[in-house]
């Protein structure tokens, strides 16, 4: 049997360890990861799967970005651990986050990944928004949660600025 729990401060290294596991080396090059530097994940929306023995099988994140003035989630990253693919659970982390964040409020998801895969989830190419460089406008992709959600919104994808406090 699979788990989902949301990701805790004690999951952060062991979520790390399977992207590593999963991902190229250098994933932290993206372009995507420089819209999370310094920016928290989205709490109540970042999953991790465990099995019956408590090990790490899949997680989920969710990062706030910003186009413009609209708020958007950027999903991701997603993995599955490589001994569990195949099995469903990235189609459940999706479906359950997903559901998730529109629970939360949330009207609009975009991602940086492969259609053939997204699609199923409703996700569809983002005309007119824009990921820092380097990336593939064929693998912008976004949902509206809410219908409608992503009409009008067109840009650069920006971070979610974090107010600076000074002490
Ligand atoms: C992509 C990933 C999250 C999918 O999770 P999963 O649990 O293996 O997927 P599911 O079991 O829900 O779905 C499996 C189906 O997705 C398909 N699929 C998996 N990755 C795909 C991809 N990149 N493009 C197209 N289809 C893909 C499989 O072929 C399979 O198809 P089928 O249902 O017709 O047999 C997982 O394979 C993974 O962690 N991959 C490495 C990391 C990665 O690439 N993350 C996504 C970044 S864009």
């Excluded at 001994?83 to 189609?91: D, K, P």
């Excluded at 982390?93 to 629970?103: H, I, K, T, V």
């Excluded at 007119?128 to 949902?143: A, F, K, S, W, Y």
């Amino acid at each position: 049997m699979i788990r989902l729990a949301e990701e805790t401060a004690e999951d952060w290294w062991e979520v790390e360890a399977l992207y590593d596991l999963c991902f190229a080396p250098g994933r932290e090059a993206l372009s995507s990861y420089r819209l999370r530097d310094g920016v928290a994940p989205v709490a109540g929306l970042c999953l991790t799967a465990r099995d019956d023995h408590g090990i790490l099988a899949a997680a989920i994140r969710f990062w706030p970005v910003r186009i413009g003035q609209h708020e958007a989630l950027l999903l991701g990253p997603i993995a599955v651990h490589p001994t569990r693919q195949g099995e469903g659970l990235g189609a459940i982390l999706m479906r359950e986050s997903l559901q998730r964040a529109l629970d939360l409020g949330h009207g609009r998801v975009m991602l940086v990944g492969d259609a053939p895969y997204y699609a199923r989830f409703g996700f569809e190419k983002l005309d007119g928004v824009e990921m820092p460089p380097p990336t593939n406008p064929d693998r912008v992709l976004g949902i509206a949660l809410v219908p409608g959600a992503w009409e009008g919104v067109s840009g650069q994808v920006e971070r979610d600025e974090v107010p600076q406090v000074h002490q």
